[in-house]
């Protein structure tokens, strides 16, 4: 089945280092792709997406590329801060029926950044 | 402002007791999704709903139940057939099953 595999953490990098988190997914059909991020205590927010092979998503200064050649989908921010401190998730949506319905989303495990100052 | 609330925040269990855990919506959106996050584990889908009157399992259904009388709720019920259920809970919604979902503060979840 559909699968969603990320670099396991936790992370940790000092402020204004390099971020990069990676994620690969399995997928039959043509899923949409999406970075949701999760602070402590609180629900999940999307953070970017992307729909086909080629898109790049980006939003506060986090960017990621569709890349079907390599079904990758990296998440990376030039500069990170000590706000981005936070437990971040790769999510595939195939489009086709899972468990019986269109569009659920398959998350990765998760992977926990911590930011230095 | 429109989102989702969960509610209560925090709930404590007692063996062989069911507790409800609210979920409500004002974003007019179609379907709802009640996942549960163990740590590193990510997320596991329970049950969700395309729409009203109508609801499917997820991966691990066992243990919990849902209904979806309005469009705008949709409770999940963790029964005392669920032997583990200290956890932090999440619901979720989206206009359309192939839209991004929208997430609540989740329930966290716990057995006196």
């Known amino acids: 089945g559909d699968s969603v595999t990320q670099m396991e953490g936790p992370v940790t990098l000092s402020e204004e280092a390099f971020l990069t988190i990676n994620c690969t997914y399995t997928a039959t059909g043509y899923p949409s792709l999406f970075w949701y991020v999760q602070y402590p205590g609180e629900g999940l927010q999307l953070l970017l997406k992307a729909t086909k092979a080629d898109d790049k998503g980006s939003n506060k200064g986090f960017e990621a590329t569709y890349r079907k050649e390599t079904t990758s989908f990296h998440l990376e921010k030039g500069s990170v801060q000590v706000s981005d401190s936070a437990v971040y998730f790769c999510?595939?949506?195939?489009?086709?029926?899972?468990?019986?319905?269109?569009?659920?989303?398959?998350f990765g495990k998760g992977t926990k950044l911590s930011v230095k100052p | 402002d429109g989102g989702i609330t969960q509610s209560p925040k925090y709930l404590f269990r007692k063996e062989g007791q069911n507790v409800t855990l609210s979920c409500e919506q004002n974003l007019n959106h179609d379907a709802m999704y009640w996942y549960r996050q163990d740590p590193g584990q990510g997320l596991r889908l329970i049950y969700y709903?395309?729409?009203?009157?109508?609801?499917q399992k997820g991966d691990i259904a066992e243990g919990y139940s849902v209904s979806r009388e309005k469009k705008e709720s949709f409770p999940l019920t963790v029964t005392s057939a669920q032997k583990n259920p200290t956890a932090f809970y999440l619901c979720?919604?989206?206009?359309?099953?192939?839209?991004?979902?929208?997430f609540g503060d989740g329930t966290r979840l716990s057995i006196l």
């Open positions: 709903s395309q729409i009203v009157n109508d609801f």
């Open positions: 979720a919604s989206s206009l359309t099953g192939r839209q991004p979902q929208h």
């Open positions: 999510a595939l949506s195939d489009g086709v029926n899972y468990g019986g319905s269109q569009g659920n989303l398959i």
